[in-house]
């Protein structure tokens, strides 16, 4: 007996590997139209919740975000997919996220200050700059 021989696989068993895959290709399809319908409608309510002026941040922002999480957690379980790929294919994920827990805005005082203390420095520049340059007049001969 040769070792080909050995390792022969029946033509049902062929036939049952190829069914079973393409049994899993189409469930995954399938799958994943249902996943990205549920998400979209999620993410329409979010935006429509946008554009009817709620603030981000607010507390239905929120809700839709953590139901959106869980659905993307059962999928990326169920089918073994890095959460990371699914957040980097589906950029809805991201807007759903930012309008949950938007990035905190700088305090108006921070702002003002610093657009103060930017007019006093550029003004001493300023100041710095034409005394020299009349320095200079006055040095190469000006009156």
């Not at 759903?96 to 921070?110: F, G, I, R, T």
Request: hydrophobic share 45%; with cysteine; charged share 15%.
């Amino acid at each position: 007996m040769s070792q080909l021989e050995g390792t022969r696989v029946s033509p049902m068993e062929r036939l049952r590997f190829f069914a079973l895959g393409a049994y899993r290709t189409l469930q995954l399809s399938s799958e994943r139209r249902s996943f990205e319908h549920k998400l979209e409608s999620i993410v329409r309510a979010a935006l429509a919740h946008q554009s009817g002026g709620l603030a981000a941040g607010n507390r239905q922002y929120k809700l839709l975000t953590t139901q959106a999480n869980s659905i993307c957690v059962d999928f990326t379980s169920r089918w073994n997919i890095d959460p990371n790929l699914l957040d980097a294919q589906i950029p809805a994920i991201a807007k759903l996220k930012s309008l949950a827990d938007p990035a905190p805005k700088p305090e108006p005082v921070v702002l003002v200050s610093l657009g103060v203390a930017a007019a006093v420095a550029f003004f001493f520049l300023m100041g710095v700059l034409a005394g020299l340059a009349s320095v200079g007049y006055h040095l190469l001969g000006g009156r």
